[in-house]
């Protein structure tokens, strides 16, 4: 197979990810933007975490939140608990690396907020401690996992959402994270805002 084949083979794994997706998440995400919105229109704000790629996604959702994604509207409250490397690395360094996030939620978090909880696994220990952690404060969780959702699967309660891609391939999981996050921005923007002009 010569590598033009081999990276056409990427984006038809891609597509049929996608497709499959398509019959089952749009309805769990109609409702994650429900929750979120709902949220923010009361002075809520969400607050979003990962690893690794899952981090990357937690920042990029905050970013197009209080920034802008499609259109010009005013900022929403959303905050990546995975950007202060003092918070992150004093955590991890005085107590353990499986609080770094479950600690920020505690100082950071109210009722009324939402937590956005990404893992690819759903297994990530410090994700889980964090959802708990949430719980403890009444804050809701949107449950963003790959696979057959993992520990998180179990851990969520009523008025929780869990947006799971079934998928062992943990790069086809992430591309369609990043599709959901698309959809959640957009969703949300149209909830608060109405129609893009």
């Given at each position: ?66 920034g802008r994604f ?63 952690a949430a719980h ?62």
């Amino acid at each position: 197979m010569n590598l033009t084949d081999h990276i056409t083979r990427h984006f038809d794994a891609s597509i049929e990810t996608k497709a499959r997706m398509k019959a089952s998440m749009p309805a769990a995400i109609a409702q994650a933007a429900q929750h979120m919105a709902a949220s923010l229109q009361a002075g809520g704000k969400i607050l979003a975490c990962g690893n690794g790629g899952s981090a990357g996604d937690a920042q990029h959702f905050a970013a197009e939140l209080v920034g802008r994604f499609e259109r010009e509207r005013e900022e929403l409250a959303a905050i990546a608990l995975t950007t202060d490397s003092s918070i992150l690395t004093a955590i991890a360094n005085d107590y353990s690396f499986d609080v770094v996030f479950a600690k920020q939620v505690k100082g950071l978090g109210k009722p009324g907020d939402i937590l956005f909880a990404i893992s690819t696994s759903g297994n990530s220990k410090n994700v889980i401690a964090a959802i708990e952690a949430a719980h403890a404060k009444g804050i809701a969780v949107v449950a963003m996992t790959g696979r057959d959702g993992g520990r998180i699967r179990g851990l969520l309660k009523s008025g929780d959402v869990l947006l799971n891609v079934e998928s062992p391939v943990t790069a086809r999981i992430q591309e369609v994270h990043l599709l959901t996050l698309h959809c959640l921005c957009d969703a949300i923007d149209h909830l608060l805002f109405g129609e893009k002009p």
